[in-house]
């Protein structure tokens, strides 16, 4: 009786999600080059930067390299102490359209990254915010093409997900995961079409907003506090009736989140717990519902589940190898990514461990700050 009823709830589970998934195939944009749009707003491209200087330079160089010409880069240098804003001037090289911005102090009652975007939209000119974090990695035509779709669009908010630069073990059993969530559990025309919030996601390290609806939502003032601040400004865009878009950065906006496992841990989890609306009970129900989906039908197959337990795990393996093709990982890539989902909902369940230990001793800590 349990191995039927585990059978029919993890099946009926896996086959919503691979639903969602080849529904969100032909609907879910990705970026396109573009050529520089004639005419567009005023553009301001905000990057808050803390301790960077392992990429800051390269991120300012593919800046400058844009075919989009006129736009302002601000910079706000956020108490590094390796150097960041050095390394901004010299990739800037003088440029008049680049200024580096020194942090202020940051107030009881804000975090580190939200007082930071909120200096520098304080600061910036533009009629377009665009909200960068300093990682991300931009082909030449990226800004044409964000400009192109916010204008197709007519996005209030367009948000999007960096093609994931993973060429470690750590980094690639894990950070594909969270491009997996969002094409299979979250159905994207009605994030487009609804002012439902149950709808609404965002990705920090790359948010365009129309400086109007920034400032109708209250801007990072009104996310001070919050350690999922991209998924609370989303929200706060439907709650007003504005429109929110989302796209695939389809390699014209790449990010490398983190360098090796350590950083891969404790990066994913000062966020998990605030992913689950702050509650250590529903991060362990979601693992257990993980395991189930991912994990145990291996384990059913090992002790003879037979075709049944087959069946389970095939319809995981199709659902993920299909997500990471359509997001840009390769035939064969996605295919061994999806044979190790297994050790990858393994080593989140670690991470959620980390969060869950930092819940109870005052974390968690990221740069050397308690968030």
């Known amino acids: 009786m349990f191995l039927t009823f585990y059978a029919g709830f993890v099946g009926t589970a896996l086959l919503i999600l691979l639903l969602t998934s080849l529904l969100n195939w ?14 567009s707003p005023t553009l301001s491209i905000l990057i808050p930067a803390r301790n960077e200087a392992a990429v800051i330079f390269q991120t300012i160089t593919a800046v400058l390299s844009q075919t989009v010409t006129h736009w302002e880069l601000l910079v706000l240098d956020d108490g590094s102490t390796d150097g960041t804003a050095e390394l901004v001037r010299q990739a800037s090289q003088g440029d008049p359209r680049v200024r580096v911005l020194t942090g202020s102090p940051l107030p009881q009652g804000w975090l580190g990254k939200n007082w930071a975007c909120h200096q520098l939209s304080q600061a910036a000119t533009g009629d377009l915010l665009l909200f960068l974090d300093a990682d991300v ?14 204008t197709q669009t007519r996005a209030d908010l367009l948000t999007i997900w960096p093609s994931q630069i993973t060429p470690t073990w750590a980094e690639r059993l894990v950070v594909p995961l969270i491009s997996f969530v969002i094409f299979s559990y979250l159905p994207i025309l009605p994030v487009h079409y609804t002012n439902s919030v149950s709808f609404a996601a965002a990705n920090g390290q790359c948010l365009l907003f129309r400086r109007l609806a ?9 996310v001070r506090d919050q350690i999922i601040e991209d998924v609370m400004l989303a929200k706060a ?7 929110l878009r989302m796209a695939d950065g389809h390699q014209l906006v790449a990010c490398r989140m983190y360098t090796n496992w350590p950083t891969v841990r404790d990066g994913l989890a000062k966020n998990i717990i605030a992913g689950h609306g702050r509650s250590v009970a529903l991060l362990f129900a979601s693992t257990l519902f993980h395991w189930a989906l991912f994990i145990g039908p ?4 090992l002790l003879g589940g ?11 393996l199709l659902n993920r190898w299909l997500v990471g093709v359509r997001l840009g990982r390769g035939l064969l890539g996605s295919f061994l990514e999806s044979l190790f989902t297994p050790l990858s909902v393994l080593l989140f369940t670690r991470i959620a461990a980390q969060a869950t230990h930092w819940h109870f001793t005052g974390g968690p800590f990221w740069k050397g700050r308690r968030l």
């Open 214 to 222: 920034y400032t109708k939502i209250g801007g990072h003032t009104a």
């Open 137 to 150: 990695q931009l082909a030449p035509t990226a800004v044409a093409a964000l400009l192109t779709l916010q």
């Open 237 to 243: 865009i439907k709650r007003a009736k504005l429109r």
């Open 26 to 39: 032909p609907f879910f944009p990705s970026l396109e080059p573009a050529p520089p749009p004639p005419s």
């Open 298 to 301: 291996w384990l059913w197959l």
């Open 306 to 316: 037979g075709r049944w337990a087959a069946l389970l795990i095939s319809l995981a």
